[in-house]
């Protein structure tokens, strides 16, 4: 999938989370830092792309893109599995700990969540995609849904642009039309 479908997929995937989970209270500060960690969250399992976005906008990124390609296996390795899932959640947390000092103001925790359920969005996309995903690395099998590669869509093409990203998009859309009470009840009374 293309990193703008993974970010419409996690913010979807948050936004779902947010709505049907406890009701809680949040920080302006917590939930635009959630909604940043989510988005980061929901293209880094290609940082193991040397063409990926998230390399293509550093000016020497195209040469770290390629260590970091040879470091983690080539794509849609460990990025894409389970044991990369808790490694990344390792280095997140300590990197969110690291600058919490920096914004006070934010929940660490939903911070955290926010960008693993980014992270898993991805791997659950991809393995809608003819590649599949090697979910339960070590053991070098690629899973994909549905199990007929020939149906599974490739990444780019017109059932990709034209079908997933509008049907997130009109996902969303119907979502918060059904949850409209819910949505203004966090929008003026649970952001503060
Ligand atoms: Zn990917």
Do not use: C
């Amino acid at each position: 999938m293309t990193a703008r479908t993974h970010d419409l997929a996690a913010i979807t995937a948050l936004g779902v989370v947010f709505m049907i989970g406890p009701a809680r209270t949040v920080t302006l500060a917590t939930a635009i830092a959630a909604v940043f960690a989510n988005l980061i969250g929901g293209i880094t399992p290609d940082i193991d792309q040397p063409t990926a976005p998230f390399w293509r906008n550093l000016p020497v990124g195209k040469y770290f893109g390629r260590v970091f390609d040879a470091m983690l296996g080539g794509h849609r390795f460990l990025t894409h599995s389970l044991l990369g899932l808790v490694l990344f959640g390792f280095a997140a947390h300590w990197l969110i700990i690291f600058i919490h000092p920096l914004m006070m103001r934010v929940d660490t925790g939903l911070v955290w969540w926010a960008f693993m359920i980014g992270m898993f969005s991805h791997l659950v996309m991809d393995t809608l995609t003819k590649e599949g995903v090697p979910w339960l690395l070590p053991i070098p099998i690629k899973f994909g849904l549905p199990p007929l590669k020939r149906l599974r869509i490739t990444t780019g093409k017109a059932v990709e642009t034209f079908g997933v990203f509008p049907l997130l998009l009109i996902f969303n859309g119907f979502f918060y039309w059904a949850n409209y009470h819910e949505l203004l009840d966090i929008l003026h009374q649970r952001i503060v």
